[in-house]
């Protein structure tokens, strides 16, 4: 909703999935940074268990926003505040391979091992500003972002076995 008195509110819900097999120039699931120079279709026993929900996949988004602007004459107070909370990604269960090394064979198919718990983030506003003239305002603000310290598991190591492990179909 727009300003309406002063008031400013802003709400919104994401639904979605990312799946599939290959997630892009990065591999994210074992840091590997060689942009176009992935091993993820070198080898055929590899390939199983590859296709499911990528690591960036995040189910449910939650946004809210609002704000109150309090005018004092040429002094202008603005209060705000917003919500951040977001599903946790998915994990895996990864073995070595004898020549590509750890992280590299997908045990069981991609996402079996359960997903991260959310992440929720808090953030707040306050600006105070002054009407210099007709176009021009003068205005000191603060943010504070997480404020009340959330804190959640964001990555975890998803190598079941540093042993040579082929997947299992």
Not at 16 to 36: M, V
Not at 71 to 98: D, I, M, Q, W
Not at 113 to 140: F, I, K, M
């Amino acid at each position: 909703r727009d300003f309406r008195d002063s008031w400013l509110v802003q709400a919104s819900y994401t639904w979605s999935q990312l799946q599939g097999n290959y997630e892009g120039l990065f591999r994210a699931d074992t840091a590997q940074l060689d942009p176009n120079n992935n091993s993820d279709f070198d080898l055929l026993n590899l390939l199983p268990n590859r296709t499911g929900p990528l690591p960036a996949d995040r189910t449910h988004q939650l946004k809210v926003f609002g704000s109150k602007e309090f005018k004092l004459g040429k002094f202008g107070v603005n209060l705000g505040g917003g919500y951040r909370g977001s599903s946790g990604t998915p994990t895996n269960y990864l073995g070595a391979h004898e020549a590509y090394g750890p992280g590299e064979a997908y045990l069981l198919p991609r996402g079996a091992g359960g997903r991260l718990p959310w992440v929720h983030r808090v953030d707040g506003h306050v600006g105070v500003s002054y009407a210099l003239g007709r176009d021009s305002t003068l205005t000191l603000s603060a943010d504070v972002f997480n404020a009340f310290n959330f804190q959640a598991v964001t990555a975890v190591d998803e190598n079941y076995t540093f042993s040579e492990a082929l997947p299992i179909e």
